[in-house]
Structures are given as C-alpha cells and as structure tokens.
T-cell receptor, first 111, second 116 residues
C-alpha cells in the first residue's frame, strides 16, 4: 500500500463549481498534513496546512479525519486559475522529517 | 513569506560529469533543508535531509556517494550529482523549514537536470 494516495484525475470542472478531493495516508502516526499546489514544471507552493479542527482560507477548506486517515480539500466557486495539480503531503513529525507526497490530483477548470 | 532560491534553474550536462545545485534560504536561517526529486508524472520523492553542520540523512535507495550534500551554513545547502547519467535527469527541488512556521516547508523553484 502506498503511503499517500490520491486520485490522479483529471477532474474536469466547470468554472464556478465546487470540487473536492481526498487523500489517504497509511501511517497512523503522521502528525502534520498539508495541501500544496503545483503548476506545470514548477515547484510546489503551499496552499494550506490541515488541522484537526479543519480550516478555511477563502474559497478553500481543508479537513482532516484521523480515524479514517484521510484529508480533504474543497474548492468553492472555482476559477480558471485554480487549474493545477494538487498535492497532499504528510510528515511523521518530530521536527526534522521530510514530506511524503501523493502523486497529486490534476484539476482542470473549464470556462 | 519565506523565500528559497535555487541555482541553476536548469542544466544540461554530458554523462559522467558532476553537477552542483545550490539551495539558499534568502530571508531566514534554516537549520534543516530537504532535497527532493521528481520524475515526469511522478510524485516528489524525498532524497535526503540536510542538517547544518552535520552529515545528511539519506532516504533508502538514495546513494550518498552519488548525491553529495553539504550544508555548510544556515542559509545554504548544496547537492552535487556526481558522475551523472541519463537516468539522473530529473527535477531536483530543495525546501527549507522556516523557524516559527512549524512543520511548513517552503520550496525552491527547482533545478531541471538533463544528462545527455
């Protein structure tokens, strides 16, 4: 079983729609969770950290479900500029651990 | 936000040569930096954790003698790909943790390496 799994998509979504994707992780001891956005041939850029209580940043909402070991990302009122690959990443914690990434979910917002 | 730079952004080299990639934290000091590699249509894979003033910690399957890491200061880590071969062609990306930002890592713009 892969450590971090995502549906690769692509998700083709009309502009203005709401889209959600999940990411599952296998290490129950994982402590930190993130969503990154990666544009074609660019580095990942932090979208948001994911907290146990859930968090929202504008049109983006992230949730963590520790019992089922998944995190989710919800994008409301999607824009053309939201088209990208969304990577989830986890770390076992401890202060010095690198990130384990999923393969990413490719999102295409269509006009 | 925290800014991380990488140099060069892209490099083409002949098989058998060595290539050095620099990663700098521009507006903060990073005791820990990380090196990742991403092959086309694949996820980023952690190669090694670079700690200032000590030896790097390599992930399983990453040859430490081939990928030399030096973290001589709190703002600079270098990755040297020694005796590069075509299969080393990849997108190499570094990241650094910003103090006060918890586990959050900020990524450099990456270096695209093509070995002929």
């Amino acid at each position: 079983r892969k450590e971090v799994e995502q549906d690769p998509g692509p998700f083709n979504v009309p502009e203005g729609a709401t889209v959600a994707f999940n990411c599952t992780y296998s290490n129950s001891a994982s402590q930190s969770f993130f969503w990154y956005r990666q544009d074609c041939r660019k580095e990942p850029k932090l979208l948001m950290s994911v907290y146990s209580s859930g968090n929202e940043d504008g049109r983006f909402t992230a949730q963590l479900n520790r019992a089922s070991q998944y995190i989710s990302l919800l994008i409301r009122d999607s824009k053309l500029s939201d088209s990208a690959t969304y990577l989830c990443a986890v770390t076992p914690g401890g202060g010095a651990d690198g990130l384990t990434f999923g393969k990413g979910t490719h999102l295409i917002i269509q006009p | 936000g925290a800014v991380v730079s990488q140099h060069p952004s892209r490099v083409i080299c002949k098989s058998g040569t060595s290539v050095k990639i620099e990663c700098r934290s521009l507006d903060f000091q990073a005791t820990t930096m990380f090196w990742y590699r991403q092959f086309p249509k694949k996820s980023l894979m952690l190669m090694a954790t670079s700690n200032e003033g000590s030896k790097a910690t390599y992930e399983q399957g990453v040859e430490k003698d081939k990928f030399l890491i030096n973290h001589a200061s709190l703002t600079l880590s270098t990755l040297t790909v020694t005796s590069a071969h075509p299969e080393d062609s990849s997108f190499y990306i570094c990241s650094a943790r910003s103090p006060g930002a918890g586990e959050t890592q900020y990524f450099g713009p990456g270096t695209r390496l093509l070995v002929l």
